[in-house]
C-alpha cells in the first residue's frame, strides 16, 4: 500500500529574495522549488532569465508581488559569452544550428566599432524562442510548433555594450540595459554586423536595479539553510518590501493619515512630488504605492494588506 502524500502547508510570507538562478531549468520551475523550500503562499519573479542563463532572479514572495512589475520594468546588467560563426534558431547555445561562417580576423576597432551601433536607443527584432506573445500564446511555443512569425523590430535601450575580452571564436562583454531588451538579439545582430554571425554560449545577470550589488543565494545555500536552521533561516535571507524601492519618492504619513488612506480615503494638503510615491507610516513602514495630483491630493494606487487595518492611534487635531 503507498503512503498518502504530504500536503505542503503554505505560509503568508512578506519579501524578497535574490536568487542565485543555476543555468538548466527555467525561471518559473526555480520560482517553483523556491516557493515550496520557504513554503509561500504566493510568489513571482521579477522577469525571467532564460534556461541557459544564471545570475541574479528577485523572487517576491506574498505582497511583494504587486511591486514585482516595477522590478521587471528596471534597468539591468549582464555578463555574456558570445560564440562567433555559429547562428542558432534560438540565438544561443540551446537552439538548432542554422549556419556556420568562417571566422573573419577581427580587430579591437571592428568590434568596438560594432558594438556602439547597437548602443544607445536601438531598433531591436526580438528572439523567436521568447516568452513575448501573439494571439494570447508565447512565440517559443509556436517556434517550437514550427511556425514561423513575422515580428517587428521594438525600441529598446542599451545604455552600454563593452568587450571585456576576446579569442578568435568568442567575445566576453558586458551589458547595460534597460526593460524589454534582449542580450540574445543583441549578440545575434552584433554577429551579423561583424560578418560570422554568433550567438549566446554564456549569459549571467549581475543586477537588477536597485540591487547593484547584491548578495544572491544558491539553491543549495537555502537547501542547507532549510535543514540547518529550519524557517527562520530561510527568513532572515529575506528583504524587506522597502528595499525594493528604496529610489522612488516617499511620503511619510502620521498615524491618521495612514489609517485614512487604508480606508481608501483621499488625503488633502500640499503633498509632493506629483506623481508616483511610496506611503510610509512613521516608523518608515511601507503602506504602498500612492500617487499625487496636481493639487497635492495623495490618493492609494496599490497598497498592501495591513495598510487597510492601520489603526488610527492620533487625535483628529493631528492632521
Known amino acids: 500500500m503507498s503512503k498518502p502524500r504530504t500536503r505542503h502547508r503554505f505560509r503568508k510570507l512578506h519579501g524578497i529574495l535574490l536568487l542565485d538562478k543555476p543555468s538548466g531549468p527555467s525561471s518559473n520551475q526555480v520560482l517553483q522549488k523556491v516557493r515550496h523550500l520557504f513554503r509561500a503562499e504566493k510568489a ?7 534556461p541557459l542563463a ?3 532572479l528577485p523572487v517576491c514572495f506574498g505582497e511583494a508581488t504587486k511591486i514585482a512589475g516595477h ?18 534558431d534560438s540565438d544561443d547555445a540551446e537552439g538548432q544550428i542554422l549556419r556556420e561562417r568562417p571566422l573573419p580576423a577581427l580587430s579591437e576597432a571592428n568590434i568596438q566599432a560594432a558594438l556602439a551601433k547597437l548602443t544607445g536607443r536601438i531598433q531591436q527584432v526580438p528572439p523567436m524562442y521568447s516568452a ?8 517559443y ?30 567575445l566576453r ?41 547584491p548578495r544572491m543565494w544558491t539553491l543549495e545555500e537555502l537547501q542547507a539553510l532549510a535543514e540547518q536552521g529550519g524557517e527562520a533561516a530561510l527568513d532572515a535571507c529575506l528583504l524587506p518590501i522597502e528595499a525594493g524601492m528604496a529610489a522612488w519618492p516617499k511620503v511619510q504619513l502620521d498615524a491618521l493619515q495612514a489609517h485614512r488612506l487604508g480606508q481608501g480615503q483621499a488625503l488633502k494638503g500640499a503633498f509632493l512630488p506629483c506623481g508616483d510615491v511610496l506611503a510610509c507610516d512613521r516608523q518608515g513602514r511601507a503602506l504602498g504605492i500612492a500617487q499625487i495630483d496636481e493639487n497635492g491630493i495623495l490618493r492609494g494606487k496599490r497598497l498592501f494588506s495591513w495598510a487597510a487595518v492601520t489603526t488610527a492611534s492620533a487625535s483628529a487635531t493631528e492632521v
Open 132 to 139: 513575448l506573445k501573439r494571439g494570447g500564446e508565447p512565440l
Open 173 to 213: 562583454l558586458a551589458v547595460e540595459c534597460g526593460s524589454g531588451t534582449y542580450v540574445r538579439s543583441l549578440v545575434r545582430d552584433l554577429g551579423e554586423l561583424l560578418g560570422c554571425g554568433a550567438h549566446v554560449a554564456e549569459l549571467r545577470r549581475l543586477w537588477v536595479e536597485p540591487f547593484r550589488t
Open 44 to 50: 513571482g519573479h521579477t522577469g525571467a532569465l532564460d
Open 71 to 88: 522590478l521587471l520594468g528596471a534597468s539591468k546588467a549582464y555578463e555574456t559569452v558570445a560564440r562567433l560563426g555559429i547562428t542558432t
Open 141 to 170: 511555443a509556436k517556434a517550437r510548433r514550427g511556425e514561423t512569425i513575422e515580428l517587428e523590430a521594438r525600441q529598446v535601450d542599451v545604455h552600454a555594450f563593452s568587450l571585456l575580452a576576446a579569442t578568435p571564436a568568442t
Open 54 to 56: 544564471t545570475g541574479l
